[in-house]
């Protein structure tokens, strides 16, 4: 299970170092993409991606092209040197506003990499009492 958040720096290379215990979950070769929701980068196992992506397909054709264009359009395979650093394509960088610090956050089966600022500014407008009466009217 992908957890945990970590802050690392970018560096003039647009390398950035993925922690042991998420490269471990993660495997030898993993893909980093555009979030659909937000602007910041998501990473899944490959096993992970297949599993992402199955429920795309099945949708009508022209949805499903069109996040499959979007998805896979500026998606970087990523294969962590011996140091456990990967190099981020610029295109995903700018999308997700990352220019020198960034933070990997854990989400259980996928994790993500925010810029630091946009991730400091979405822990602090997090309303957490909304998000609990959200799951309850659900019965969780």
Not at 20 to 45: H, I, P, Q, T
Request: charged letters at 30%; proline letters at 3%; glycine letters at 6%.
């Amino acid at each position: 299970m992908l957890c945990g958040e970590f802050k690392h720096n970018v560096d003039a290379k647009n390398r950035f170092f993925i922690p042991a215990k998420m490269r471990d979950e993660l495997g030898a070769s993993f893909v980093v993409v555009k979030s659909l929701r937000e602007n910041c980068l998501k990473m899944y196992s490959m096993d992970g991606w297949e599993a992402y992506l199955a429920p795309i397909r099945e949708q009508n054709r022209k949805l499903a092209e069109r996040a499959m264009r979007f998805l896979n359009a500026s998606m970087a395979q990523a294969e962590p040197d011996s140091q456990g650093r990967i190099v981020l394509p610029q295109d995903l960088l700018t999308y997700a506003g990352i220019e020198k610090c960034a933070v990997v956050v854990g989400c259980g089966d996928y994790a993500e990499i925010w810029s630091d600022a946009a991730y400091q500014k979405l822990k602090e407008e997090e309303d957490v009492s909304a998000m609990v009466a959200e799951l309850e009217s659900f019965g969780l």
